[in-house]
């Protein structure tokens, strides 16, 4: 469901000790955002995202993803 228009996009940036800046996974990216880094949660560890022109309107954690892509080892043709 889309945030209402009257009151305006949801940003909350966290400062930790080591990361810079820590964006939170339901803030939307905003102009401003874009060129610089953040670092994003995605449940295990941090995500490096750099903002480009293209990522202004969207929310950050549709940029960190929170599966990794699942394939089948390839098999030699051997049995075990």
């Known amino acids: 469901m ?25 803030s939307e990216i905003m102009p401003s955002f874009v060129g610089k880094i953040y670092y994003i949660y995605n449940g295990k560890s941090n995500t490096k995202i750099i903002v480009l022109e293209e990522m202004v309107g969207f929310k950050f954690g549709e940029f960190s993803f929170t599966r990794k892509e699942f394939f089948f080892s390839k ?3 051997t049995k075990s």
């Open 2 to 26: 889309a945030r209402a228009n009257w009151k305006g996009p949801y940003f909350k940036n966290q400062k930790v000790n080591n990361y810079k800046n820590i964006g939170l996974r339901n």
């Open 75 to 77: 098999n030699n043709g």
